[in-house]
């Protein structure tokens, strides 16, 4: 049987803390996020910008939550809509009393994360990244933070805790001690071989685990580091370089690389689709007066590309183009299996610098 290589985390779902957010749960008959989650709901829901199609989600009902909800209980007492906050109220106590301070429920990420403007009925309350869940499995047993917390603690004032390595063969076979979820079966912690990787075998490695890296500097010293060697015309590449406008330094370049006679800005980041104001920091990069390289390398606007920068994540490059204010795939990184794929990307991306 092939196994399934996921990377995990654990959601933490909490209850409103104000009689305001209450309030606007009652006023227009939304679920509670425990309802969604237990019924099934077609809804996206906090996740790290990392997350990726199939990863596994562990969803733990806050043990705070029974605070808020006897705190709120006290509040809604003489309030002109006391009786449908009661209502509301008592049916989180109940929900609280069977699976409060437990994982209750397990599910797969239905779709990579993104940045999505506020959505109340569809969406998680309270966050800036979200991804769909499916495949719902509400454990008939559910996993108290007792019995998990050997294995993996919790972070602290955060919803999101990353499930890594053998902390998820742990949970996982926790989970699978009492309760039947198939697809959790077969599933595995992704291993990331990070120090196999070298400049010899990096695109053979990477291509695995590429969606796989869930903090910025490691795609971009496992990955694009070496990506971008190849696609410039010029083996070096330049890192962090200082863009300056109007006299003033306006922003960083991830780096920067000479290709078809100029040098162009490149922004690393590992999903476009989970940044807000990428835009805005692109624009940084463009129509500028100088670019300062490294320490005693600059060029100025003759030798850069005013109107383009390239933008790569773990899905695919992009360009971005300053006059019409657009992110345009070139091509997915799916696509790039061997040197020479990115050679010929090399002539694509030559193609649209030179029009």
């Known amino acids: 049987m092939v196994k399934n290589n996921v990377q995990a985390y654990i959601a933490v779902v909490s209850f409103p803390t104000s009689i305001e957010e209450l309030r606007d749960l009652t006023d227009n008959n939304y679920y509670m996020d425990m309802e969604l989650i237990m019924l099934g709901k077609d809804v996206s829901y906090t996740a790290p910008k990392w997350a990726a199609n199939g990863d596994i989600i562990f969803f733990y009902h806050a043990k705070s939550a029974i605070v808020k909800i006897r705190s709120l209980k006290k509040k809604a007492l003489g309030q002109k809509d006391e009786d449908k906050l009661m209502e509301y109220l008592d049916l989180a106590e109940e929900i609280y009393k069977a699976c409060g301070g437990s994982i209750f429920c397990i599910a797969r990420v239905g779709d990579n994360p993104e940045t999505i403007k506020d959505d109340r009925e569809n969406l998680h309350w309270r ?6 869940v499916a495949d719902y499995a509400l454990l008939k047993n ?25 902390d998820f063969e742990n949970l996982k076979n926790l989970v699978l001690l009492d309760n039947d979820v198939p697809y959790l079966k077969n599933t595995h ?17 990477s291509y695995d685990y590429r969606r796989r890296f869930y903090l910025e500097m490691q795609f971009r010293k496992f990955y694009t580091d070496y990506f971008l060697k190849t696609l410039g015309d010029k083996r070096s590449i330049f890192s962090e370089c200082i863009c300056y406008k109007n006299g003033k330094q306006s922003g960083y370049a991830d780096n920067c690389i000479f290709i078809s006679g100029k040098y162009i800005p490149v922004e690393i980041k590992l999903n476009i689709n989970t940044e807000k104001n990428l835009i805005l920091q692109l624009e940084k990069y463009c129509h500028v007066e100088r670019i300062k390289l490294d320490k005693e390398k600059e060029i100025d606007t003759d030798s850069s590309y005013q109107d383009n920068v390239l933008v790569i994540d773990v899905n695919g490059i992009y360009i971005y183009d300053h006059k019409s204010k657009n992110i345009r795939i070139i091509e997915n990184l799916d696509n790039i299996k061997c040197e020479y794929d990115i050679r010929k990307l090399r002539e694509a991306v030559k193609s649209i610098l030179e029009v």
């Open 142 to 166: 559910p996993i108290s933070k007792d019995r998990f917390e050997k294995y993996i603690k919790l972070a602290q004032q955060r919803t999101i805790t990353p499930v890594l390595g053998e």
């Open 189 to 205: 912690a992704v291993p990331i071989p990070l120090k196999d990787i070298s400049p010899k075998n990096w695109l053979s490695v």
């Open 127 to 132: 966050s800036d990244v979200y991804a769909k």
